[in-house]
């Protein structure tokens, strides 16, 4: 008989922060504080939500040592902040995501006062230069505000004027439960014109240069008792005083050279059968040679000349987009698919840089994520709603259901396990 019954398997996806490696201070920066590495990679998406595989290349710093703004911290509810930053040379900008616990939310439509409802503090200096003071030159030491509507929206603020063209890359906060998550980015101001942001400097950033950047994650209640958790000495400092910031430096992990952190990442599965291939392009990359097959000897035997059984295509750089779909249209559900692309330079020796060959599996079609979870315990009777989400190309789902794994793994529509047609919505 036919195999119908949908085995139920719950992916659950946690990101667990660990402490970021200490380097040594930039000898012009911020001396008072720790170091720690912003992290060359591709553009994370921003929504407010830690998506898997997103932000691997990070490293995360963890924040468990509260700061009160007053003497006595009330309220005292946040705790677990994990706080990662990274960049990307394509954009020039820095990206950042916050995460922690919350469990009295006190959240607004819009900042009613900086220190009246639960929001995040952003501090960030791309000048390299020594300290500046915020109350005095608000020229270069930005200072931001973020905070989540309440409704699933954000907010943010620059301190005298409307921020939203200070983050081209976007901003979002997410409220699930206690767990509040921020993410934004931002422009690297090595000066900033307030009245005409068109006058103003950005910075372009590359490895090996420091910024200023830090942050306070705050719970404020309506009597102005707040209570934050930062990285740096003294929070309550720093909202007049940019000496407190951490400087973090911007480093390459990777080969600069070579085609690096691939979209999606390497040994993904359940990837949609119309995904864009993407990846980060070596720095002198002229050209992109890109190799796509089902068999990884292939894939990495393959040649510009010599490429049997492989699709391959070369891209310029000035193309509108580095990407690549699969030569025969739409994948093949269920099947692993290898890709390689070798990065070409027309001036820079040794003008060809071999890439890594990526591998990936296309979504099977089935059924997946089940409620309750596959082999659940201890379930009332009564209050047990079984619910899935579809497979991709299904337009409705047959259930069946019993109490003898075999019986169920073996019915078909004409056996008493089988519980009728759902259509899928």
């Given at each position: 008989?036919c195999?119908?019954?949908?085995?139920?398997?719950?992916a659950?996806?946690?990101?667990?922060?660990?402490k970021?490696v200490?380097?040594?201070?930039?000898p012009?920066?911020?001396?008072?504080q720790?170091?720690?590495?912003i992290?060359?990679?591709?553009p994370?998406?921003?929504?407010?939500?830690?998506?898997?595989?997103?932000?691997?290349?990070?490293?995360?710093i963890?924040?468990?040592?509260?700061?009160p703004y007053?003497l006595?911290?009330?309220p005292?509810?946040?705790?677990?902040?994990?706080?990662?930053?990274?960049w990307?040379?394509?954009?020039?900008?820095?990206?950042c995501?916050?995460y922690?616990t919350?469990t009295?939310?006190?959240?607004k439509?819009n900042?009613?006062d900086?220190n009246t409802?639960?929001?995040?503090?952003?501090?960030?200096?791309a000048?390299?230069n020594?300290?500046?003071?915020?109350?005095?030159?608000?020229?270069?030491?930005?200072?931001?505000?973020l905070?989540?509507?309440?409704?699933?929206?954000?907010?943010?603020t620059?301190?005298?004027?409307?921020a939203?063209?200070?983050?081209?890359g976007?901003?979002?906060?997410?409220?699930v439960g206690?767990?509040?998550?921020y993410?934004?980015?931002?422009?690297?101001?090595?000066?900033l014109?307030m009245a005409?942001?068109?006058?103003s400097?950005i910075r372009t950033?590359?490895a090996?240069?420091?910024?200023?950047?830090?942050?306070?994650?705050?719970?404020c209640?309506d009597?102005?008792?707040?209570?934050q958790?930062a990285?740096?000495s003294?929070?309550?400092q720093?909202?007049?005083?940019?000496?407190?910031?951490l400087?973090?430096?911007?480093?390459?992990t990777?080969?600069?050279?070579?085609?690096?952190v691939?979209d999606?990442?390497?040994?993904s599965?359940?990837v949609?059968?119309n995904?864009?291939?993407?990846?980060?392009?070596?720095d002198?990359?002229?050209d992109?040679?890109i190799?796509?097959?089902?068999?990884?000897?292939?894939?990495?035997?393959a040649t510009?000349?010599?490429?049997?059984?492989?699709?391959?295509?070369?891209q310029?750089?000035?193309?509108?987009?580095?990407?690549?779909?699969?030569?025969?249209?739409?994948l093949?559900?269920?099947?692993?698919?290898?890709?390689?692309?070798?990065?070409?330079?027309?001036?820079?020796?040794?003008?060809?840089?071999?890439?890594?060959?990526?591998?990936?599996?296309?979504?099977s079609g089935?059924?997946k994520?089940?409620e309750?979870?596959?082999?659940?315990?201890d379930?009332?009777?009564?209050?047990?709603?079984?619910?899935w989400?579809k497979g991709?190309?299904?337009?409705?789902?047959?259930?069946?259901f019993?109490?003898?794994?075999d019986?169920?793994?073996?019915?078909?529509?004409?056996?008493?396990?089988?519980?009728?047609?759902?259509?899928?919505?």
């Amino acid at each position: 008989m036919c195999r119908k019954w949908f085995l139920f398997v719950i992916a659950a996806w946690l990101v667990i922060g660990s402490k970021a490696v200490a380097y040594e201070a930039s000898p012009n920066e911020w001396p008072d504080q720790n170091d720690y590495r912003i992290v060359r990679a591709l553009p994370p998406t921003i929504d407010g939500v830690i998506s898997p595989g997103e932000w691997d290349a990070a490293e995360w710093i963890v924040i468990d040592e509260p700061k009160p703004y007053t003497l006595v911290p009330t309220p005292n509810d946040i705790s677990d902040i994990h706080w990662a930053n990274m960049w990307s040379p394509v954009t020039n900008l820095i990206y950042c995501v916050v995460y922690g616990t919350d469990t009295d939310h006190n959240l607004k439509t819009n900042m009613v006062d900086w220190n009246t409802q639960d929001d995040l503090e952003i501090f960030v200096d791309a000048n390299e230069n020594n300290a500046l003071s915020y109350e005095n030159d608000f020229s270069i030491a930005q200072h931001y505000f973020l905070g989540s509507n309440g409704m699933g929206g954000a907010w943010i603020t620059l301190l005298g004027q409307n921020a939203t063209e200070h983050t081209p890359g976007g901003y979002a906060a997410t409220v699930v439960g206690d767990v509040i998550t921020y993410e934004f980015a931002l422009t690297p101001y090595a000066s900033l014109d307030m009245a005409n942001v068109a006058n103003s400097t950005i910075r372009t950033l590359k490895a090996g240069d420091y910024v200023g950047l830090d942050l306070n994650f705050a719970s404020c209640d309506d009597d102005k008792n707040s209570n934050q958790m930062a990285e740096h000495s003294w929070p309550y400092q720093m909202w007049k005083n940019a000496t407190h910031m951490l400087d973090l430096e911007l480093v390459n992990t990777l080969d600069p050279n070579r085609a690096s952190v691939p979209d999606p990442l390497s040994l993904s599965v359940l990837v949609s059968p119309n995904k864009t291939l993407w990846w980060m392009p070596g720095d002198y990359a002229d050209d992109h040679d890109i190799f796509f097959g089902e068999d990884y000897n292939d894939v990495l035997d393959a040649t510009v000349s010599l490429h049997p059984n492989v699709f391959y295509v070369r891209q310029d750089s000035n193309s509108i987009d580095r990407t690549v779909y699969n030569a025969a249209g739409e994948l093949v559900l269920g099947k692993k698919y290898y890709w390689r692309v070798d990065e070409i330079s027309a001036t820079v020796y040794p003008y060809e840089w071999t890439g890594n060959v990526w591998e990936f599996t296309v979504d099977s079609g089935q059924a997946k994520y089940p409620e309750p979870v596959d082999k659940a315990k201890d379930l009332v009777w009564g209050d047990i709603l079984l619910s899935w989400t579809k497979g991709l190309k299904s337009v409705s789902s047959d259930v069946y259901f019993g109490d003898d794994y075999d019986a169920v793994n073996d019915a078909g529509t004409s056996d008493p396990e089988f519980k009728g047609n759902r259509l899928t919505d």
